[in-house]
Nanobody, 124 residues
C-alpha cells in the first residue's frame, strides 16, 4: 500500500490549501485514512482521520474548526481542506492508512502505511 500526498505549497497566514491523497495501484475505499504532519525538530502529529463507508471524521484540537477531511470514492481520493492557516501549521503532511483497516484508531496515532509527503509552508 503506497499513498501519495500532494497539494502543498507556500501560503500566507490566514490562507487556504487543499491537500489530496491518492493510492498508487490500490483503492482507498476500504481503508480509514489519516493525515499526519511533521515539522522540523518536532514529533509527528496526527491531525485528522476519516473512516471507510460511514465517513466518520476526527480532528486534533490544533486543527479543529479550521481543517476539513473528506473523501471522494469515485476519484479514489481523500482531501484535507486547510483554512485559516497559521505559521505553526508549517510541516510536511502525509496521508496514511490506519492499522485498524476501515476504522480510525484512537488518538489519531495508528498509522499503517504512508508514502511521500507534501510540504506546507505558512509564511508572510
Amino acid at each position: 500500500v503506497q499513498l501519495q500526498a500532494s497539494g502543498g505549497g507556500l501560503v500566507q497566514p490566514g490562507g487556504s490549501l487543499r491537500l489530496s491523497c491518492t493510492g498508487s495501484a490500490m483503492t482507498l475505499d476500504s481503508y480509514a485514512i489519516n493525515w499526519f504532519r511533521q515539522a522540523p525538530g518536532k514529533e509527528r502529529e496526527g491531525i485528522s482521520c476519516i473512516s471507510s463507508t460511514t465517513d466518520m471524521t476526527y480532528y486534533a484540537n490544533s486543527v479543529k474548526g479550521r481543517f476539513t477531511i473528506s473523501r471522494d470514492y469515485a476519484k479514489n481520493t481523500v482531501y484535507l481542506q486547510m483554512d485559516s492557516l497559521k505559521p505553526e501549521d508549517t510541516a510536511v503532511y502525509y496521508c496514511a492508512t490506519d492499522i485498524l483497516g476501515p476504522i480510525c484508531g484512537p488518538k489519531l496515532a495508528s498509522f499503517a502505511s504512508w508514502g511521500q509527503g507534501t510540504l506546507v509552508t505558512v509564511s508572510s
